[in-house]
């Protein structure tokens, strides 16, 4: 290893004593290695290229010859290669397509997918460009995997982010895996919201409301009483079963009096990237904090290789605040309403009809939204004196 890290030179030194200028050498502090006497009158030795200019200085005192055999390590390893052009150019595409492999991502390391059918989600990141052999570091990936996860229903979440080549996919399921009903412990099933019942399925215990009631929060449902054919005994049950009901999400909003646009500066800068079979290898990138490309429709075409060359313009743009139309305040207003009633809406629910308008209080305009969704509103609550009832009846048995 000493000799590829360090530059050495092999000297022959022939005199009546070269000796004398071996001891010269080590007292001026350089190391001599491999000192061997070939012949008389003669000396070989080996010692680091930086200390060979000593020699000359030295060696006036000694009068001997001083013939270099060998030089190796470092610069002087890497000449023989210049000869063999075509390992060169090997060597340097290797290590060129290693730089180009190392900065792409190859696999997609997809974990936590229970519920969720994997191959689905990777034809998902797939389609929207998250394919093996693409330069990831210029895509949104929170934004990519929020807008795969909301087209599932079975997906609350993707969090992406690049690992060296793998693209490392977490999956938060929606729903977790559900538990085992525990039939033996009775219990109620009562309202966890105010809305107006539109769909009603008991599987255990006796309903209490029907489609079309208003129900308020905390109402029951479901009961978990049973009573025996002839009235003899009510006894607690586990009930269980499925509400619907039409829930509304109202949302107020101010209109805005100002608003904010992208506007030109003037300024542009060119745009040109090497493109390999419709694939980007290099492209120019946005010298501006913001900007918008305006490419050319024509390209470059550099036969008979398959590389074509895009060319475009890099326009700077910016934000500029201005004030807005009375029929812009109502849309921005509708539209921030509507944003918020959406925000409140469960992912599990229905969305059934959306009603926005404007009204105008104390010379104020106001954007109001109302989202009706239909969702599952019961939820189990256990008895309270269902322990009772199981001590009366193992002192009766």
Not at 329 to 340: C, G, K, M, P
């Amino acid at each position: 290893m000493w000799h590829f890290s360090k530059e050495y030179v092999i000297i022959q030194i022939e005199g009546v004593y070269p000796e004398r200028l071996a001891s010269l050498l080590q007292g001026e502090g350089v190391p001599l290695r491999d000192i061997h006497r070939p012949r008389p009158a003669c000396l070989v030795c080996t010692l680091p290229a930086g200390s060979f200019g000593r020699l000359r200085r030295l060696n006036r005192r000694c009068r001997c010859r001083i013939r270099i055999l060998k030089k190796g390590g470092g610069r002087y390893a890497l000449v023989p290669l210049w000869r063999r052009r075509v390992l060169l150019l090997g060597l340097c595409t290797t290590l060129l397509l290693f730089w180009w492999a190392s900065g792409r991502v190859w696999f997609l390391d997809i974990r936590d997918c229970r519920r969720m059918d994997e191959e689905v989600l990777r034809m998902a990141l797939y389609e929207q460009g998250l394919r093996p052999g693409r330069n990831l570091s210029a895509l949104p990936l929170a934004a990519i995997g929020d807008f795969v996860a909301a087209q599932y229903e079975e997906l609350a979440f993707l969090e992406l982010h690049v690992d060296g080549i793998f693209l490392r996919v977490r999956a938060k399921e929606a729903l977790a895996e559900g538990e085992k009903l525990d039939l033996s412990v009775p219990c109620d099933v009562v309202a966890a919201k105010a809305g107006v019942v539109t769909g009603l399925t008991a599987y255990g215990g006796r309903a209490q409301v029907k489609v079309g009631d208003r129900v308020r929060v905390g109402q029951l449902l479901i009961a978990g009483h049973v009573t025996a054919r002839d009235g003899s005994l009510t006894y607690p049950t586990h009930a269980y079963g499925e509400v619907l009901a039409a829930i509304l999400y109202t949302s107020t909003v101010p209109a805005p009096e100002t608003g904010v646009e992208w506007a030109e500066t003037g300024r542009e800068a060119p745009y040109a990237a090497l493109l390999w079979r419709g694939r980007t290898l290099f492209e120019r990138r946005c010298p501006f904090p913001e900007g918008v490309l305006v490419p050319e429709e024509k390209r470059t075409s550099l036969a008979p290789w398959p590389l074509e060359v895009s060319r475009g313009t890099w326009r700077e743009r910016e934000k500029r605040e201005r004030t807005l139309t009375a029929a812009e305040r109502r849309e921005a207003a509708l539209f921030e309403a509507e944003r918020q009633a959406l925000l409140q809406v469960p992912r599990t629910a229905k969305v059934i009809m959306i009603d926005r308008r404007t009204v105008e209080r104390n010379g104020t305009l106001y954007g109001v939204c109302t989202v009706t969704a239909e969702e599952n509103i019961g939820f189990t609550k256990e008895i309270s004196e269902a322990q009772a009832w199981r001590s009366k009846r193992n002192g009766s048995s």
